[in-house]
């Protein structure tokens, strides 16, 4: 079966740098779009980051400049390299695929940007 399991999250003060990894398993990964989403506390989840099986990538505008999307084919792995960490960053990040029209979500890892 699809499983996605988020690493990286922690603590990071403001202007602080943090990058998540998803490992993949149950898919042939580089076969398939790979996004990062993100939930804060009240508020609904919303796409960061998205990039397709040829490594082409999309951010959200509040996060264009400061993320970096990118995967490792060979170990089935994507990242989420974070710059300049801000207040407003802080949520729980999810990975994400879409295997027959299901997606499919990783257990999320938190990221808590505060002082």
């Known amino acids: 079966q699809v499983q996605l399991v988020e690493s990286g999250g922690g603590l990071v003060q403001p202007g602080g740098s943090l990058r998540l990894s998803c490992a993949a398993s149950?898919?042939?990964?580089?076969?398939?779009?790979m996004g990062w989403y993100r939930q804060a506390p009240g508020k609904q989840r919303e796409l960061v980051a998205i990039?397709?099986?040829?490594?082409?990538?999309n951010y959200a505008d509040s996060v264009k400049g400061r993320f970096t999307i990118s995967r490792d084919n060979a170990k089935n792995t994507v990242y989420l390299q974070m710059n300049s960490l801000k207040a407003e960053d802080t949520a729980v990040y999810y990975c994400?695929?879409?295997?027959?029209?299901?997606?499919?979500w990783g257990q999320g890892t938190q990221v808590t940007v505060s002082p």
């Open positions: 990039i397709s099986r040829g490594g082409s990538t």
């Open positions: 994400n695929t879409k295997y027959l029209s299901v997606d499919y």
């Open positions: 149950g898919i042939i990964f580089s076969t398939f779009v």
